[in-house]
């Protein structure tokens, strides 16, 4: 088992930056990647950006590519995403993902997952 606490978040205006974390607690040696979604009221969570755990490789959306970067620190267990360029289509709670076997763009591949965490942009 592998726990997630997202932390970080908030309200920002348009145009400005923000960073959230996720820590990563249990069986964290195994895993093979750790990712971020996110899900906008009313709609389906959607897939924003994912690392490999050991060798660091990262994939991203589309519509935050550019603007949004995803990092790790393998010694704290912790996941980053930093924000920049902040959009108010960017609001949604943002979710932490990680997984023992593989990296997807599809939420339902991913076994274990964060709380949540809020992230408000407005215009």
């Known amino acids: 088992q592998v726990q997630l606490v997202e932390s970080g978040g908030g309200l920002v205006q348009a145009g400005g930056s923000l960073s959230v974390s996720c820590a990563a607690s249990?069986?964290?040696?195994?895993?093979?990647?750790m990712g971020w979604f996110r899900q906008a009221l009313g709609k389906e969570r959607e897939f924003v950006t994912a690392?490999?755990?050991?060798?660091?490789?990262?994939y991203y959306a589309d519509s935050v590519q550019g603007r949004f970067t995803i990092s790790r620190d393998n010694a704290k267990n912790t996941l980053y995403l930093q924000m920049n360029s902040l959009k108010p289509e960017d609001t949604a709670t943002y979710y932490c993902?990680?997984?023992?076997?593989?990296?997807?763009?599809?939420?339902?591949?991913?076994?274990?997952w964060g709380q949540g965490t809020q992230v408000t942009v407005s215009s």
């Open positions: 993902a990680a997984d023992h076997v593989t990296y997807s763009r599809n939420a339902g591949s991913w076994h274990y």
């Open positions: 690392i490999t755990w050991s060798g660091g490789s990262t």
């Open positions: 249990g069986r964290t040696r195994s895993m093979y990647a």
